[in-house]
């Protein structure tokens, strides 16, 4: 088990940046690789980065936030990253953070409680 606690959202006008942080504790942060996702009202949860649990240059993103977001990690502090740079209206959400375990058989996913980013045009 791990607990994610997300922060940093916030109000923001188009063009503006925003950084979100995760900070995961209750097991070894290295054991899980990290992502973000977001969620608006009436959709499903929209996958947005994904960080490897050791290459911090191995990452993937949503084509929406590709060349504008920036996910990245630091083990030491157990805490996982979102730089969210040329925001767009569309942007506004609830990000969540995620933490996946690779286990034998299956993967094992946990989830913050989310923080609101809500950007204005």
């Known amino acids: 088990q791990v607990q994610l606690v997300e922060s940093g959202g916030g109000l923001v006008q188009a063009g503006g940046s925003l950084r979100l942080s995760c900070a995961a504790s209750?097991?070894?942060?290295?054991?899980?690789?990290m992502g973000w996702f977001r969620q608006t009202p009436g959709k499903e949860r929209e996958f947005v980065a994904t960080?490897?649990?050791?290459?911090?240059?191995?990452?993937y993103y949503a084509d929406s936030v590709k060349g504008r977001f920036t996910i990245s990690r630091d083990n030491a502090k157990n805490t996982a990253y979102l730089e969210m740079n040329s925001l767009k209206p569309e942007d506004t959400a609830v990000y969540y953070c995620?933490?996946?375990?690779?286990?034998?058989?299956?993967?094992?996913?946990?989830w913050g409680q989310g923080t609101q980013v809500t950007v204005s045009s």
């Open positions: 960080i490897r649990r050791w290459s911090g240059t191995t990452t």
């Open positions: 995620n933490a996946r375990y690779l286990g034998v058989v299956k993967e094992y996913d946990y």
């Open positions: 209750g097991r070894t942060f290295s054991d899980y690789a």
